[in-house]
C-alpha cells in the first residue's frame, strides 16, 4: 500500500514538474519600446524565444491588421537576416499627410542567411519595426506570426484571446495602444527622444556658428584698427621726409 501511494506521489511530482517547466508561456509576443498611443507612430518589437532544443528558428513571418490597416511599417535592418515586406492593396484608401495610400504592408518576414544566424536553443532575439498611423478607434492590434525552425517545424501564434476564455495554446501577439496626451501628441517616448537628441544637435551647431561668426569679427576688426595704425604711421612718416628735403 505504501509502495504504490509513493508511486502516485512520484507520478503527481512528475507531473507538476513537467507542467511548471512547460515553455508554453514563452510564445510570440509584441510590445512598444515607450508608448504605442492612438493616432500616433511607434516602435514595437516583435519578441521571438526558441522553444526548441534540437532545431534553431530560422524564420519569421508577420501578418499585419487588415480590420485596421497601417500605412506606414518600416522594419530596422538586423544582421543576419534577410528582410522582406509584402504590401497588399486596399479595399479603402488611407489618408497619409495629405495624401491618397492605396496600399499597405500586409505581411514582413525575416530569414536567416544562415543555420548559425537563426535564434539558437535557449535564445531569443527582438525584431523591430516602426508602424504608423496607429487607428484611433481602436485599442490593440492582432498581429498573427509563423514561426519556423530549422527543422521545418512550423508553429502559428494565430489564436485569439476570447473574452473571458483562457489564453489559448498558441495565442496571437497583441499590441495594446494607449490613449493620446491631452495636448494632442502621438509620438512614441523613442521618437520624443530622437526629436530631442535632432533639436539638440541643430542648436549645438548655431551656437557653433554663432561663435564662428563672432570670432571672424573680432578677428577683422583687429585687422583693421592694425592696418589703420600703418596707414597713419605712414602718413607721419611721410610728411617728415617732405619736411626734410
Known amino acids: 500500500m505504501k509502495a504504490s501511494r509513493l508511486a502516485a506521489t512520484g507520478a503527481v511530482a512528475a507531473t507538476a514538474v513537467v507542467v511548471l517547466s512547460s515553455p508554453a508561456f514563452a510564445h510570440v509576443s509584441v510590445q512598444a519600446e515607450g508608448t504605442a498611443a492612438k493616432g500616433g507612430y511607434a516602435v514595437v518589437d516583435f519578441k521571438v524565444p526558441n522553444e526548441r532544443d534540437n532545431a534553431s528558428t530560422s524564420k519569421l513571418e508577420v501578418n499585419f491588421p487588415t480590420d485596421h490597416p497601417l500605412a506606414s511599417v518600416m522594419p530596422e535592418p538586423m544582421a543576419g537576416w534577410k528582410i522582406e515586406v509584402t504590401k497588399s492593396k486596399l479595399a479603402k484608401p488611407l489618408e497619409l499627410h495629405g495624401e491618397q495610400i492605396t496600399e499597405a504592408v500586409s505581411k514582413v518576414t525575416w530569414t536567416a542567411t544562415s543555420k548559425a544566424n537563426g535564434i539558437q536553443p535557449g535564445y531569443f532575439e527582438k525584431f523591430p519595426v516602426s508602424i504608423g498611423a496607429l487607428p484611433e478607434d481602436a485599442d490593440e492590434l492582432v498581429f498573427k506570426a509563423i514561426q519556423t525552425y530549422s527543422n521545418k517545424e512550423v508553429v502559428r501564434w494565430i489564436e485569439v484571446q476570447e473574452d473571458g476564455a483562457e489564453e489559448p495554446e498558441t495565442p496571437a501577439p497583441v499590441l495594446a495602444l494607449s490613449a493620446a496626451s491631452e495636448d494632442g501628441h502621438h509620438g512614441s517616448a523613442a521618437a520624443e527622444e530622437a526629436d530631442a537628441k535632432t533639436e539638440n544637435a541643430a542648436a549645438t551647431t548655431e551656437a557653433a ?20 595704425a600703418m596707414g597713419v604711421a605712414y602718413g607721419v612718416l611721410a610728411g617728415r621726409r617732405r619736411g626734410d628735403a
Open 209 to 228: 556658428d554663432s561663435d564662428s561668426s563672432d570670432t571672424t569679427a573680432r578677428v577683422l576688426g583687429v585687422v583693421g584698427i592694425v592696418v589703420g
